[in-house]
Nanobody, 124 residues
Framework: QVQLVESGGGSVQAGGSLRLSCAASGYIAGSYSMGWFRQAPGKEREGVAC???????LYADSVKGRFTISQDNANNTLYLQMNSLKPEDTAMYSC??????????????????WGRGTQVTVSS
């Protein structure tokens, strides 16, 4: 059973940075696609970024140039480096995984496994 546990959320001021981590277990590292998603109160879940099994990445337009997704296959950990944070980035951030590793899409329905999330709050 694949398990995902996020960490690294917190409260920062606008312009600040955070790095989220997603510790994964129960799957073969380097064979899955992984993604980050976020959901703000009263809003639908939004795709942020994804990475496929060979390291190709996709980003939502709203975070391009500010966020970077990466993975450490040796430690089964997914990261999201978030720079130049804005108040509109405030949300619960969750990581997700799918065994369809040939390519990734930033759509919630593509993913089979989800973590519980970590809260990010950006104040102005």
């Amino acid at each position: 059973q694949v398990q995902l546990v996020e960490s690294g959320g917190g409260s920062v001021q606008a312009g600040g940075s955070l790095r989220l981590s997603c510790a994964a277990s129960g799957y073969i590292a380097g064979s899955y696609s992984m993604g980050w998603f976020r959901q703000a109160p009263g809003k639908e879940r939004e795709g942020v970024a994804c990475i496929d099994s060979v390291g190709r990445t996709l980003y939502a337009d709203s975070v391009k140039g500010r966020f970077t997704i990466s993975q450490d296959n040796a430690n089964n950990t997914l990261y999201l480096q978030m720079n130049s944070l804005k108040p509109e980035d405030t949300a619960m951030y969750s990581c997700a995984a799918t065994p369809r590793g040939d390519y990734c899409v930033i759509a919630p329905g593509w993913y089979n496994y989800w973590g519980r999330g970590t809260q990010v709050t950006v104040s102005s």
